[in-house]
């Protein structure tokens, strides 16, 4: 059974929107939460990532929600660039490893 | 500095045979990780090592699947018979330690079982 669970499994915005992706997980002894970037014909690129002593984290244009009690965690993508368009993961673990990751969004970027 | 390589990056095979797939992992890292990601799937963990050692191999779908380390480094995950349920694109990741590091992926080895 998948331990994360990703919405929407794909969105479109407009050049400068925002971005939105949710993710939601049920194990409590999750410690860590990276999201991953991926674009067609290339692995998974580490793009932020957060822990649950904080609420959010902020690089650059992306930012992490993160809301303990609700187990969910969110990513922001601010100003929404043609070149953001790629498949996004969330995942989970304890301690970094073995990360179970969600099923991935597609979002597209249009100028 | 160089990254996760693998190889090949694609492969199809006839259902049945046996297929490796490298994994070469960036230097010094000494956590190298396998998932599997199937079209429209997330990436589902296979097996995880430290140095030589595989101390979970949980995720391994069958005993048809496996993998071995050696000397630290490459590593190769071996399909016997394969079916064409095994078509997927394997990923292979490292970390310089397997506690609060960083994973990072190869491009993958794209797999179609005919």
């Known amino acids: 059974q998948q331990q994360v669970k990703q919405s929407p499994q794909s969105l479109i915005v407009q050049k400068g929107g925002i971005s939105i992706i949710n993710c939601a997980y049920e194990?409590?002894?999750?410690?860590?939460f990276p999201w991953y970037q991926q674009f067609p014909g290339k692995g998974p690129a580490l793009l932020i990532a957060?822990?649950?002593?904080?609420s959010e984290k902020k690089e650059g244009r992306f930012t992490i929600s993160f809301n303990k009690s609700a187990k969910q965690f969110s990513l922001h993508i601010m100003d929404s660039q043609p070149g953001d368009s790629a498949t996004y993961f969330c995942?989970?673990?304890?301690?970094?490893?073995?990360?179970?990751f969600g099923a991935g969004t597609t979002v597209t970027v249009r100028a | 500095g160089a990254g996760v390589s693998q190889s090949p990056s694609n492969k199809v095979t006839e259902k049945g045979k046996d297929v490796e797939l490298r994994c070469d992992p960036i230097?010094?890292?000494?956590?190298l990780y396998w998932y599997r990601q199937s079209l429209g799937q997330g990436l589902e963990f296979l097996i995880y090592?430290?140095?030589?050692?595989?101390?979970?191999k949980s995720g391994l779908p069958s005993d048809r699947f496996s993998a071995e380390r050696t000397g630290g480094s490459v590593s190769t995950l071996t399909i016997q018979r394969t079916q064409q349920e095994d078509s997927a694109v394997y990923l292979c990741?490292?970390?310089?330690?397997?506690?609060?590091?960083?994973?990072?992926f190869g491009p993958g080895t794209r797999l179609l079982v005919l």
């Open positions: 990741a490292s970390s310089l330690n397997y506690h609060k590091e960083t994973q990072y």
């Open positions: 194990n409590t002894a999750f410690d860590y």
């Open positions: 957060i822990r649950p002593d904080v």
């Open positions: 995942a989970a673990s304890i301690s970094d490893y073995k990360l179970s």
């Open positions: 230097s010094g890292h000494t956590a």
């Open positions: 090592f430290q140095g030589n050692s595989a101390p979970d």
